[in-house]
């Protein structure tokens, strides 16, 4: 049975400032994971879950920026505006509780932005609970003997693991209660809980173990990150394993004119090119690469030079709309290698503006692409000057289960 997602709100906390990470590039939930940030990850673990309705993201004050930047290309329709943590977990988790206050969810979840591997059942496994408990948090038993010591380094004795487990997020509870159970520990303040099933706990809830997931594990250092990278990557080149390669070639004639247009970029010239669209030579070659990685056919099945719409129209959109289609089967470009055949003009001034923009347009990195020139040695109609060519090759990564 699933719960009526309009009664489940989530809490991400991610105010902390993560010294123990010690994240060149600022408090870990705000570092990349496969060029991703942690707290990316984290939130589009819950606002993708059927079963939760809103989610809202407690942030340090400092950070407004950095979070604006990790909403980019995420779905922000479940998200609530962030609000801003206090000095300590426990603080900020009430900040956000006290925020959903007014709408009272009858559920809320409560989760770590250092957890950006969260699979959907142990979201729903912490829901289920939540039917015959006050609340739920996911845990996993302790597989390592467990030695206490008197702090100089030496052990005072073995503790029993029976019965012990490690505590992981999202903690489930209903609303009103953690609410109160917060309201409470705040004004007793002698403990500071560093998880939200103890703040339960002492109001006497009753709080339910959940199976949870080692994928789900806390990035708390360094070497955390380095290795949720690691596995990644790894992921993603199993996921990535069916690689194609897509050759595209294009020509178009001279004609009078001021400029000219060559992948992505306008560059004056003597003369003009003749085409239905912009005539952009290396782009055409590119979308026709593009579309072969896929056996979509080719340019002019797409955008028939017929139809009016594409008069004039920049060939960026015929890249685009390759792309849409490699992107809808799940692929992504591993890089684009373009030669231009001509006299003139001379390409070397403008090569770098080149990959930039046609990097821009795939939404790859600058070091995926690459923009070479030749001339023919005068020879033929590229070196009599009566047109310019373009050749391109692409190679694409899908899933291989989008094979047809
Ligand atoms: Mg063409």
Request: aromatic residues 4%; contains cysteine; charged residues 25%.
């Amino acid at each position: 049975m699933s719960t009526d997602p309009s009664q489940v709100a989530a809490v991400i906390v991610a105010a902390g400032r993560g010294a123990r990470a010690a994240h060149s590039s600022g408090p870990k939930q705000y570092a990349e994971i496969g060029g991703r940030p942690v707290l990316a990850r984290a939130i589009e673990a819950l606002a993708t879950h059927p079963e939760v309705g809103k989610v809202l993201v407690v942030i340090h004050p400092d950070d407004r920026a950095r979070y604006e930047a990790v909403l980019t290309g995420l779905d922000a329709s479940k998200l609530l505006p962030p609000v801003p943590g206090a000095a300590t977990r426990q603080g900020s988790v009430r900040c956000g509780l006290e925020a959903l206050a007014a709408s009272s969810p009858g559920l809320v979840l409560i989760h770590d932005a250092a957890r950006p591997d969260l699979p959907a059942a142990v979201v729903s496994r912490v829901i289920a609970a939540l039917a015959t408990h006050d609340g739920a948090i996911p845990a996993l038993p302790t597989a390592d003997t467990l030695k206490r010591s008197d702090g100089t380094g030496v052990i005072t004795d073995t503790v029993d693991r029976r019965g012990l487990f490690r505590a992981q997020t999202p903690q489930g509870f209903h609303f009103a209660r953690i609410l109160a159970a917060h309201r409470r520990a705040a004004e007793a303040s002698s403990v500071e809980c560093t998880d939200d099933a103890q703040v339960a706990e002492l109001a006497g809830m009753r709080v339910a173990l959940v199976e949870g997931a080692e994928a789900n594990g806390k990035l708390t250092t360094a070497e955390d990150l380095a290795k949720a990278e690691a596995a990644w990557r790894q992921r993603e080149n199993a996921r990535l394993s069916d690689v194609r390669t897509g050759f595209g070639f294009d020509v178009h004639r001279f004609r009078d004119g001021d400029h000219l247009m060559l992948c992505g970029v306008r560059i004056p010239h003597e003369r003009g090119v003749e085409g239905h669209s912009d005539a952009d030579v290396g782009l055409h070659a590119l979308t026709d690469a593009l579309l072969g990685t896929i056996g979509a056919g080719d340019i002019g099945v797409h955008f028939p030079p017929s139809d009016p719409t594409w008069k004039g129209a920049s060939s960026d959109r015929f890249v685009a709309e390759a792309m849409r289609l490699i992107t809808m089967r799940g692929g992504v470009v591993a890089n684009a290698d373009v030669t231009i055949l001509c006299e003139q003009p001379r390409i070397g001034p403008h090569r770098e503006a080149m990959r930039a923009r046609m990097a821009a347009i795939l939404g790859i990195a600058l070091d995926r692409v690459s923009v070479k020139a030749t001339t023919t040695e005068g020879l033929g109609f590229t070196g009599r000057g009566e047109g310019l060519a373009a050749q391109a090759v692409v190679t694409v990564r899908l899933p291989p289960e989008t094979v047809v």
